[in-house]
């Protein structure tokens, strides 16, 4: 039986371990009201957890999020808030140059861009176009895309309902709105909020892979008046 002088020591670093957790929680709470408060880009501070080992492990890698987004060779797909890229390769690479596919980026900052057009010159992927803009003003014409990906991009912007009208208006009719949403980002949104962004722009919920409470994506058909079935990614 441990005498009291040991049991102490073991108190007090039990009462340290959950002074450190409790911290955490409530400095991660505080910065997730003050980012619903004041939405903003990521900042480029931000970039090494992003690209974490532990990040792919627990939430997806990018090959498994594209198989949920029901990324295929030849498709056209804009990825809208795409970061210094670390999607943006394999994405690249799953819809094949040689298939016809090609990746179109929009990213509104330019030091991101820096990167990101770096990241692709040493991978030697030719089927992507890298643009500077706002997700919530596309320079694209109606009916452009098969496949818009919003990967941890929702929370970012002050008018997420723009940045979905934007979305459908790009989409081919039958064409898939992809959002993945992870709960290590600051700004994640919950599946509910999603859907009803969806259906204020006439997207239909197509069902959603993964856990709300974790990571997930989920995945909005635009529809033309002839279409009214309901088609799924999964």
Known sequence: ???VSEIRPLRRLGRLVLGIVGLYLLTQM???IMRRLRPGLTPLRAIPSLNMPLRWKFFGTPERILDRAGISPGMQVLEIGPGPGFMTVSL????SALEGGSVTCVEIQSEMI???CERLQTAQVPN?????????????QEGRFDVVLLIDVVGETPDELALFRECARV??????LAVTEQLMDPDFRLPKTIRNLASKVNLLDAGRIGWPWWTYT???????P???ALVSIE
């Open 114 to 116: 820096a990167l990101l």
């Open 128 to 140: 992507v176009e890298v643009l500077q803009g706002d997700g919530r003003q596309l320079p694209f």
């Open 30 to 32: 505080i910065g997730r």
């Open 92 to 95: 690249a690479q799953r819809v």
């Open 1 to 3: 039986m441990m005498d």
């Open 226 to 228: 002839r279409h009214t």
């Open 218 to 224: 989920a995945a909005m058909i635009l529809t033309s």
């Open 171 to 176: 989409l081919k009719p039958g064409g898939v």
